[in-house]
Each structure stands twice: as structure tokens, then as C-alpha cells.
């Protein structure tokens, strides 16, 4: 039984509404990067938005990020119309929504230190903070942020430049988390790092969307990595949506064309063999003297130069 594929599962409320969604560049006979695009995603799930390169994942979060305007089509966010809000409205709904990207380097001002990185959001988007007393309130926020995502509170005055990938990669969905959002878009967050440590990172997601029941609205080309954190997966093409379904359903019987083409290209382990693989990675990663252990956990002994290079 096929139920609408684009709508969310009824039991989740709707966070996220994409209705008619289209992006074109360069004017008439320029591309069309976003095709119609409707898609609903509930309140505390992971969708998945799969598609090989150049297809429109990345334009479609900058639209749902309002970091574009779609050239037809609206984007709901809590039932409200980003298109229809005045600036000061949408600046203050913005909060709920941050993205966490594949490169998070090339978002750092190498400059600045991770406590002024991390605090950055919170800064925009609370004036309290910006005072005195704001000051020492960011200070210990972000030290419970950085242990939060599995880094040493202590590490607060040091540059980006001194950590790893992995570890990076952590500052940055401290950043995003600074402001409380609601939900999360992660463009190809784990793409540029090793596959130990994007284990790790998947594994920080979870804990976290466990703990602060988060929406994730998650790019990839990865499906193994897709199998492992989605609980619908949406295909897309071209710009246009061609399956989206509940996320075992769509890896064990893809309906579309493509999408088998795509599943062929790249096989997904079978789901039992995934969970052992993960298991071991993170055991592996306990030992390195890595994260694996429970917030806070980080203790003593400087775990931000721990478990890799620079
Ligand atoms: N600012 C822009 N101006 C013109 N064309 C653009 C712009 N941004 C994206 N495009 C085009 O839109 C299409 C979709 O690009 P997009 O970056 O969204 O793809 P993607 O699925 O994220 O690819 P990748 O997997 O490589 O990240 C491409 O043809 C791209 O060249
Ligand atoms: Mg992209």
C-alpha cells in the first residue's frame, strides 16, 4: 500500500513543507536546478535527500533556508510561509534552522577562536548575549556545547586550524546547535572525512537528535551512509523529486527506475551487517581514545589533539 510518498508519516507533525518548490539560474535559458519540487518532512525524522552530482540537492536547502528565493513555490516552516514574513520575523525564525555543511573549514574564520566560532550564532541572534555578563554566559555555554558534541569544554581558545576533520566537523554542529535549533539541514556532512570518523560523527547526530528531538534534513550521495540515518529517503533527479518513501522501503524496493540504477551503482550492505560494522567502529574509536564515551566524557589529558591528525 503506497500511501502519498511526499507526505510526512502520521504520526510525526509537519516541520518542514515544500509545496511547488522551483529554482532557475541565468534567466530564460539558463538551468532549472529545482523542478517542482513538494515535499513534507515531520517534526523529529530524518529525510534523506539522495542524487548524484549537480541534480539540485544544495539549491534546494539554500531554499529552505530562505538563503534563496524560489522562483515559484513556498516554503513552510511551523506552518509559516518564509516568503510572506517581514525581514526582523524571518531573522527570528531563522534560529530554528541551521545548517551544518561537508566542508566546515572553508566556513571558519581560521582567525577566530572555536569559542568565538561556536558563540557566533548565539551572538546574532540573542542581544543579551553581547553584554558583560552575557560574556561569561557564552563562555560556559559553549564549553557545554563543545563537551556536548564529544570535544574537551577547555579548548575554547584555540584556532581551527589545530584540530582534525572529525573533530571540526564537531565545532561546527556545536555552532549549529548554539541557538537550539529545530531542525538541521546537513549538506554531505560526512563526505570529506574518513569512513572511522564519519562513523563516529553519524553517531554523534543520532545521540543528538535523540536527546533534542531534531528534524535532520540530510544530503548525501552516500547510500550506505543514507541506509544507516534515514527514516524516509527522497530521490532526486534532474532537479525533480522521482521516489520518496519510508527508507527501507525504498532500499529494498525502490519503485523508480533510477533509483534501482542508482542502488546498482552503489550496493547498500544489508542492514544487520551495517549495525555490526558501525558497532565496531565505534569500539574502535573508544580505544583510539576518541569520543565514544558519554557527554562530558571527554576528561582530562586534551582529547582535542587526541585520535588523528591535523
Ligand atoms: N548560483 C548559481 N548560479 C547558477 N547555477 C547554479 C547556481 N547554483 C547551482 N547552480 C546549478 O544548479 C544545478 C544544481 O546544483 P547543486 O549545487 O544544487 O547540485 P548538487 O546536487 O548539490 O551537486 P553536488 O552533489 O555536486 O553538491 C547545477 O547545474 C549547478 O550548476
Ligand atoms: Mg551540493
Do not use: W
Request: positive net charge; charged residues 25%; glycine residues 12%.
Amino acid at each position: 500500500m503506497t500511501t502519498d510518498a511526499g507526505t510526512a508519516p502520521k504520526t510525526r507533525r509537519p516541520l518542514l513543507e515544500l509545496a511547488g518548490l522551483r529554482k532557475e539560474f541565468g534567466g530564460r535559458h539558463g538551468t532549472v536546478a529545482v523542478d517542482d519540487v513538494s515535499l513534507t518532512v515531520g517534526e523529529g525524522e530524518t529525510l534523506a535527500l539522495v542524487g548524484e552530482s549537480g541534480c539540485g540537492k544544495t539549491t534546494l536547502t539554500r531554499l529552505l533556508l530562505r538563503l534563496e528565493q524560489p522562483t515559484a513555490g513556498t516554503v513552510r516552516f511551523d506552518g509559516q510561509d518564509l516568503g510572506a514574513l517581514a525581514p526582523a520575523e524571518l531573522r527570528r525564525l531563522r534560529r530554528q534552522f541551521q545548517v551544518v555543511l561537508q566542508d566546515p573549514y572553508s566556513s571558519m574564520n581560521p582567525r577566530l577562536t572555536i569559542s568565538a566560532i561556536v558563540a557566533e550564532p548565539m551572538v546574532t541572534h540573542d542581544p543579551e548575549a553581547r553584554g558583560r555578563n552575557g560574556r561569561r554566559q557564552i563562555r560556559e555555554r559553549v564549553g557545554a556545547l563543545l563537551e556536548s558534541v564529544g570535544l574537551d569544554g577547555g579548548i575554547q581558545d584555540r584556532y581551527p586550524h589545530e584540530f582534525s576533520g572529525g573533530q571540526r566537523q564537531r565545532v561546527s554542529i556545536a555552532r549549529a546547535l548554539a541557538v537550539e535549533p529545530r531542525l538541521v539541514v546537513l549538506d554531505e556532512p560526512t563526505s570529506a572525512l574518513d569512513v572511522s570518523v564519519q562513523a563516529r560523527i553519524l553517531d554523534l547526530l543520532a545521540e543528538l537528535q535523540q536527546r533534542r528531538g531534531l528534524t535532520y534534513f540530510f544530503v548525501s550521495h552516500n547510500l550506505a551512509v543514507v541506509q544507516q540515518v534515514a527514516d524516509r529517503i527522497a530521490v532526486m533527479r534532474q532537479g525533480r523529486l522521482v521516489e520518496v518513501g519510508e527508507a527501507a522501503q525504498v532500499l529494498r524496493d525502490p519503485q523508480h527506475p533510477y533509483t534501482r540504477q542508482l542502488l546498482d551503482a552503489v550496493p547498500v550492505p544489508d542492514p544487520r551487517r551495517g549495525r555490526r560494522a558501525r558497532a565496531a567502529a565505534g569500539a574502535d574509536a573508544a580505544t583510539a581514545g576518541g569520543t565514544g564515551g558519554g557527554s562530558g566524557g571527554a576528561g582530562h589529558g586534551g582529547p582535542a589533539t587526541a585520535g588523528g591528525g591535523r
